[in-house]
């Protein structure tokens, strides 16, 4: 990061190139599914596990 803002981002151009897959279910399923991930985790920590 100090590189960066020193202007020698060489090393986040690298990172840049490589594809990022999208999505599963595109944005209309984002937001439910980050809620239901969320709940799950919650509940976990509720219960112990």
């Given at each position: 990061?100090?590189?960066?803002?020193?202007?020698?981002?060489?090393g986040?151009?690298?990172?840049?190139?490589?594809?990022?897959?999208?999505?599963?279910?595109g944005?209309?399923?984002?937001?439910?599914?980050?809620?239901?991930?969320?709940?799950?985790?919650a509940?976990?920590?509720r219960?112990?596990?």
């Amino acid at each position: 990061m100090a590189r960066a803002v020193q202007g020698e981002a060489e090393g986040f151009e690298t990172m840049a190139k490589i594809p990022a897959p999208s999505f599963p279910g595109g944005p209309a399923m984002r937001s439910p599914l980050l809620a239901l991930a969320m709940t799950w985790y919650a509940l976990r920590d509720r219960i112990g596990l």
